[in-house]
């Protein structure tokens, strides 16, 4: 099938890619000309793992191709994808402008019956917007006489398995009442639905509701954790213990019930945001959803209270080893990440951060420049060097098992304290270091 998708971000440029790897003929557009022009070159914009080798063997064989034109992209279609950002507004709102921008470029450049795909994360009622601005911008062109379907397709990917959680969804959620339009996006899909039925097939504004409340049920898991660590540290508990006591409960499940500092990424926030934003604009009030973000903002300055504490308020030209900057494993995007929060604390206070990312340190300088306060360095012991304290913020692979002797020597005084709970505490105190992690 013939597909064009507009926006090359994690979404759109997995979605393309896995796409074209099936057999599709792709058409991948994006407004950002430097992205594009990268990527007919080879150079993948985002880290994602398997993404390099699927981007750049789909584009050999000419099945997944990029470009600026608008036109020509629509022109290509058989269904259009929208999957470009729907980033906060000030309000926390989702903000459609993005969205919207394509509904317009569709409706401008169409010259036959198109499907518009809304893969993007979306408030309920988008559809419908989507829709009443392409009807607009068709009347303009006086072209009443083409027809269109929108139709409601959440993404769930992960970012950090983006590549194989397209290839292998658990679900496809298509919010369609259009049998017509059913059976087109059935055919798209048909190569991920060979293994057994993961078509739901729902009304629009459910299947704009539910991406939200999977990823604010996700929030929520996880801030409720947040709040049983602090009680635990309170009440002289282990939250590790208390973990998997409750994890081996199948009805409550080992998955996403880990105490942390806090979630980041581009998804959970804004999403709690917008589903806030979209109850109160219809006078219902989201106790749970507000209650699950005041936690995750509290969670994100849990490390630097515990650092402030454990150096009596005297932060002021300390140097801090600092492992991990993505939001979380296996990805480079560091949108909403906690390692921003205590980094621009720790600066606040007059301390220094020399700080190690396997994958996330050109987005770091990226974001923060060159500001003395900060080193960027290029191995994790490179970033022990003479620090007052090692930071732990997110739980890379490689960070699992560090060399304590090493840790030991490299740093001022061994004290870690770690965001990810990765080590056992008796074991780190034997060792002669002194380990702060969370609810333990
Ligand atoms: N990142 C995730 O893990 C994830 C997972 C599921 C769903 N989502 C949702 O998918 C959507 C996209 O997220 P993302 O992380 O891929 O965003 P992103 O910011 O990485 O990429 C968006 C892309 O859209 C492009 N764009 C903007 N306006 C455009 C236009 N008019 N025409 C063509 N391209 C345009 C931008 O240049 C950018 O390259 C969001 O709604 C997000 O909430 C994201």
Redesign the pocket.
């Known amino acids: 099938m013939k597909v064009t998708v507009?926006?090359?971000?994690?979404?759109?440029?997995v979605q393309g890619a896995v796409l074209a790897e099936v057999g599709h003929d792709v058409v991948c557009?994006?407004?950002?000309t430097n992205?594009i022009e990268r990527l007919k070159q080879g150079h993948i914009?985002?880290y994602e793992p398997g993404l390099e080798t699927l981007v750049r063997e789909n584009h050999t064989t000419g099945r997944l191709n990029f470009t600026t034109d608008?036109a020509a992209g629509v022109k290509h279609g058989e269904v259009q994808f929208i999957?470009?950002?729907?980033?906060p507004d000030e309000d926390g709102s989702?903000d459609l402008k993005?969205?919207l921008?394509?509904a317009e470029?569709i409706a401008l450049n169409m010259e036959s019956h198109q499907i518009i795909i809304d893969?993007?994360?979306?408030p309920v009622g988008t559809a419908d917007k989507v829709r009443t601005r392409m009807v607009e911008v068709l009347a303009q062109r006086g072209r009443e006489d083409l027809s269109f379907d929108v139709v409601s397709n959440?993404?769930?990917?992960?970012?950090g398995s983006?590549v194989a959680d397209c290839m292998r969804p658990d679900r496809i959620i298509i919010g369609t009442s259009s049998t017509d339009t059913e059976d087109v996006m059935r055919e798209l899909y048909a190569p991920f639905n060979r293994n057994h039925e993961k078509i739901i097939i729902m009304d629009v504004r459910s299947a704009e509701l539910t991406?939200y409340a999977a990823n604010c049920m996700l929030a929520t898991k996880i801030s409720f954790m947040n709040e049983m660590a602090n009680l635990a540290e309170k009440l002289g508990a282990d939250i590790e213990m208390v973990r998997q006591g409750i994890g081996s409960d199948p009805r409550i499940g080992y998955h996403f019930i880990y105490a942390g500092a806090g979630y980041g990424?581009?998804?959970f926030p804004?999403?709690v945001q917008a589903l806030i934003h979209t109850a109160e604009s219809i006078d219902f009030e989201p106790t749970l959803l507000k209650a699950v973000e005041l936690r995750n903002a509290e969670q994100k300055t849990v490390l630097f209270k515990k650092l402030n504490a454990h150096f009596k308020g005297n932060l002021q030209d300390k140097t801090f080893a600092l492992w991990g900057l993505s939001f979380k494993p296996n990805t480079d995007?560091m949108r909403e990440a906690s390692s921003r929060v205590l980094m621009e604390a720790l600066w606040e206070a007059g301390a220094r951060v020399q700080a190690y990312d396997p994958e996330a340190m050109n987005e770091t300088q990226r974001i923060y420049g060159n500001r003395p306060d900060l080193g960027l360095c290029g191995t994790k012991e490179a970033a022990l060097q003479g620090a007052d304290a090692l930071i732990i913020v997110t739980e890379w692979q490689a960070f699992k098992a560090p060399d304590f002797e090493f840790i030991k020597q490299a740093l001022n005084k061994p004290v870690i304290f770690d965001g990810r709970n990765l080590f056992d505490p008796e074991r780190l105190g034997r060792k002669g270091i002194r380990y702060y992690s969370i609810g333990r």
């Not at 557009?29 to 950002?32: E, I, K, Q």
């Not at 999957?83 to 980033?87: E, I, N, Y």
């Not at 893969?119 to 979306?122: F, M």
């Not at 959440?154 to 970012?159: A, G, Q, R, T």
Request: charged letters at 25%; hydrophobic letters at 40%; one cysteine or more.
């Open positions: 507009f926006g090359v971000g994690y979404v759109g440029l557009l994006d407004v950002d992205k914009p985002i608008a999957a470009v950002g729907t980033p989702a993005y969205v921008a394509v470029t893969k993007s994360t979306v959440p993404e769930f990917l992960k970012e983006a991406k990424g581009s998804c804004k999403d995007d």
